[in-house]
């Protein structure tokens, strides 16, 4: 079988859009990894997955949904609102997993929640909104996007590594939220010059 | 063998299926067995070419009676498609759907043609299946580059993806398409089931990429699928025109239903969802009164019985999805250089092919190319799953390197 555990790297010329589908590739990746997975492979996996989720619906919330809102057929408030509300909803289902841990009881039944909940979500995205950022938007401001929000990435913290004790609880919520900042920070710091 | 002209089935009367019924659960794209996809696809394609058959029959015949009958059961073979494909999931791309159909094509051909007892017939399998082989790798390299998904995320290991005959070569005049039918009154009844199964997936494949094709944004993509779909229409004329012209509507219709009885029998044995599999024999008990009415319209109306038309044996052995790596790569490795010229093939170029290529190409690269240019320029590389060592012909090694 061939190794399908690392997307191809989206080099320079790449926009947000290529960026956001790299992670969507690599956010379904990681679901598998979990879900056919078990002890410390899940665990690592599951950190990992968290992480990244963090720091693309942050992304997500901060640049493309706020864009796709000003865009002449982007539907209005309406289709943003409706994927929102699936990110707060994710969220919350991604909360109850963090805290109970991969160990926890419920824990095979949630993350199959939560991945229909994330993949249906990023296939709304990748049909209704992405194409109207890439009609709409210029192709150079697409890039610079893209250069935030892999700045952004690049300077979260490495994964956490908690014990099988401190696996539940905040300890593994800590990072994910620190992610959230620094990404908030590196995307509102160019998008506000230009 | 089990023969479906000793089953009644479900009575027709009783067929149509409420809303509910009608209802029916996707798969879930990310926990299938690649296979239970391709079945999906292949039987979508099979209810397709029923549907469209039976209106043609109709608009032939003459018999008010016989037209209503048509319409009722070809109500039935629509329902049926519609809770068929209805099992693709919504939130499966167009790109990750053809994948899949190009799968059914490499997978499907390939097994009839090592199937085939007719040698002229199995030439003509050969001859596709290396042409669907390279699809599957055009559209791979499509599909990360608009995706940035790996297409073995749908393939799954079990079909290998690197170049067959390359798209630019499939291009040949029509009048080369045409192939010589085989003999109704001589031919295996394996054959006719074969040549019908095999038109079927692929006429579907043509519907399928010369509709979807204009909902691309991306030029590259909008252009492989105008191009991959011209060569699909190619194959339903290769294919079509393997069947003897002279059968006439009674046993036309009479061979349809069988072969989907066949269809459904064999998927019914194989499939690993019980979900799915609960489909399979459903359809093959409503089948198996679709066939019923067409040996009582054969018998009143061409005077002739079943078992002239498709044989006594029963159904022949179950049609199988399974990796057919080995021996794709044997035919790769002697046959990829094949061409066609009147009604049988050669291996040199000839004039009214080097002439059509002219006229299509105009000196520039067509998509199929384009997009393995610019898959190696984005990326540094192409996509392609080689599970069994290098390609088996070495001008069609990667040059700069592959990834999977």
Known sequence: MPDTGAPATPGPEDDVVDLLLAQHARIEELFLLVIGSTGETRRDAFDDLVKLLAAHETAEEEVVHPLTRTLPGGGGDAMVDERLAEERQAKETLKTLIAGGVDAEGFDTGIILLRDAVLTHARYEERNEFPLLRQHVPADRLRTMAGAVRMAEATAPTRPHPSAQSAKGNLAAGPALAVIDRVRDAIRRPSSSG | ?404
Not at chain 2, 227 to 232: A, D, K, N, R, T
Not at chain 2, 311 to 323: C, M
Request: with cysteine; charged share 25%; hydrophobic share 35%.
């Open chain 2, 1 to 404: 063998m089990f023969n479906p002209l000793e089953h009644k089935g479900i009575p027709l009367e009783s067929q149509i299926r409420n809303w509910r019924e009608l209802n029916v659960e996707p798969i879930d794209p990310e926990a299938v067995d690649p296979y239970t996809r391709c079945r999906i696809i292949t039987m979508n394609g099979i209810e397709v070419e029923a549907i469209n058959f039976q209106h043609q029959f109709a608009r032939n015949c003459p018999d008010q009676e016989v037209r209503r009958q048509l319409a009722y059961v070809r109500y039935l073979e629509s329902q049926q498609q519609r809770v068929v494909n209805w099992l693709l999931p919504g939130v499966a791309s167009v790109l990750e759907t053809t994948l899949g159909y190009e799968q059914v094509a490499v997978d499907l051909t390939a097994w009839v043609a090592r199937h085939e007892p007719d040698p002229y017939l199995k030439q003509g399998y050969e001859f596709g299946v290396l042409e669907d082989f390279d699809h599957l790798y055009r559209y791979a390299n499509l599909y990360e580059m608009v995706e940035r998904r790996k297409a073995d995320k749908i393939v799954q290991g079990l079909t290998e993806v690197m170049p067959g005959r390359p798209t630019v070569v499939e291009h040949r005049h029509p009048f080369d398409e045409v192939r010589t039918p085989y003999d109704r009154n001589t031919v295996d009844p394996r054959s006719k089931l074969h040549a019908l199964t095999i038109l079927s997936a692929e006429q579907q494949v043509m519907f399928y990429y010369m509709n979807v094709g204009p909902q691309y944004m991306e030029p590259i993509a909008r252009q492989l699928y105008q191009e991959i779909s011209l060569i699909e229409q190619e194959h339903v004329t290769h294919y079509e025109s393997l069947l003897d012209p002279g059968e006439n509507w009674w046993e036309r219709l009479l061979t349809h239903e069988y072969n989907e009885c066949w269809l459904y029998y064999s998927f019914m044995q194989q499939e690993s969802d019980p979900r799915i599999k609960a489909v399979w024999e459903l359809h093959l008990q409503m089948e198996l009164a679709h066939l019923q009415q067409a040996v009582d319209l054969l018998r009143r109306h061409d005077g002739r019985e079943p078992e002239e038309i498709v044989g006594n044996a029963g159904l022949p052995e179950p049609l199988t999805f399974e990796p057919n790596k080995e021996y794709l790569r044997h035919l790769l490795a002697t046959q990829v250089d094949l061409n066609k010229i009147g009604e049988g093939y050669v291996r040199e170029a000839h004039e009214r092919f080097e002439a059509m290529q002219q006229q299509l190409h105009d000196g520039q690269k067509p998509p199929s190319e384009q997009v393995i240019d610019m898959h190696r320029e984005r990326f540094g590389d192409e996509y392609r799953i080689e599970t069994e060592g290098p390609h088996p012909v070495e001008s069609l090694r990667a040059r700069g390197g592959s990834h999977a």
